[in-house]
């Protein structure tokens, strides 16, 4: 996802709910009831992922490292875009739920310092990097990463997943 469309997402309202109602409409993004089980599920998935990175990592695959970051992230967003009542098969339209429903809404000051400005851009800029990352790891033939990259990597997955469980705690 490019920055431009991004930016769009977080700043014009009419068109994220255009795309919203797309994926709605086409079946690819889902309301349900909302599903405690699915939810601890999806977190079970997050931290075994992150397991997989740890695990990976010692073992130099960093394209797997940085497919297993990807796919924590993309676990905890499942498990709170159903706290909503939407279960999605689309990472962009699991972002748009995150926007719409997570991005600097019904957060006080106090909860902005506990949540440490929980899916601020910076939040959701790093899902979409992660996201291209997890690509350019599963599909080019070039290994071009380096552990260090990789290490930073994981540390933002675990903080974006504990930052997700943490707001699923409060709820």
Not at 9 to 18: K, Q, Y
Not at 27 to 44: A, M, P
Not at 95 to 101: A, G, H, M, P, Y
Not at 138 to 153: C, G, P
């Amino acid at each position: 996802m490019k920055e431009y469309d991004l930016k769009q997402l977080l700043e014009n309202n009419e068109f994220l709910n255009e795309k919203l109602n797309n994926f709605l409409t086409n079946n690819i993004l889902i309301k349900q009831k909302i599903d405690i089980n699915e939810i601890s599920g999806h977190l079970l998935k997050a931290e075994h992922n992150l397991r997989f990175v740890q695990e990976n990592l010692k073992l130099g695959f960093l394209d797997w490292s940085i497919t297993g970051c990807y796919y924590a992230c993309y676990h905890a967003a499942l498990a709170l875009i159903l706290t909503k009542g939407y279960s999605s098969k689309n990472h962009l339209a699991t972002l748009c739920v995150l926007i719409k429903e997570f991005y600097k809404k019904d957060l006080n000051h106090e909860d902005i310092e506990i949540l440490s400005n929980l899916l601020d851009y910076q939040d959701v800029l790093f899902y979409v990097e992660s996201k291209n990352k997890r690509e350019d790891a599963a599909y080019s033939t070039n290994i071009k990463f380096s552990a260090q990259e990789v290490e930073q990597l994981r540390i933002k997955s675990n903080l974006f997943v504990a930052k997700i469980k943490a707001i699923l705690e409060e709820n």
